[in-house]
């Protein structure tokens, strides 16, 4: 079984910068599709970027466009999610997952249809 560990997460203050990782322990065959979500207390699971795996096509949902960056290292099995400008409403914990097989990647893809999770890690921005 694969497993997802993020990490990088922590306190900031408003208009600092955090980089998440989120690391594979193994190779995931078949994976199409890595995706990072946010949860805040109290709100829904919500999709924040995506990236295709096969050509590194990302998509961002429009509150972050312009501040994150999602990435990979395919030699690392590693994905990350540079967060830049961060504001307080950005505060949340934040999973990423992993999607296999075909279909739509995107941030708006539904959380039912990832097939790996992490863990999680707390991102708290201060104003």
């Known amino acids: 079984q694969v497993q997802l560990v993020e990490s990088g997460g922590g306190f900031v203050q408003a208009g600092g910068s955090l980089r998440l990782s989120c690391a594979a322990s193994a190779y995931i065959y078949g994976l199409s599709c890595m995706a990072w979500f946010r949860q805040a207390p109290g709100k829904g699971r919500e999709g924040v970027a995506a990236i295709r795996t096969g050509d590194g096509s990302p998509s961002y949902t429009d509150s972050v466009k312009g501040r994150f960056t999602i990435s990979q290292d395919n030699a690392k099995n590693t994905w990350y999610l540079q967060m830049n400008s961060l504001r307080p409403e950005d505060t949340a914990m934040y999973y990423c997952?992993?999607?296999?097989?075909?279909?739509?990647?995107?941030?708006?893809?539904?959380?039912?249809?990832?097939?790996?999770w992490g863990q999680g890690t707390q991102v708290t921005v201060s104003s």
């Open positions: 997952a992993a999607a296999m097989g075909w279909g739509l990647c995107s941030y708006t893809k539904k959380s039912t249809n990832f097939d790996y």
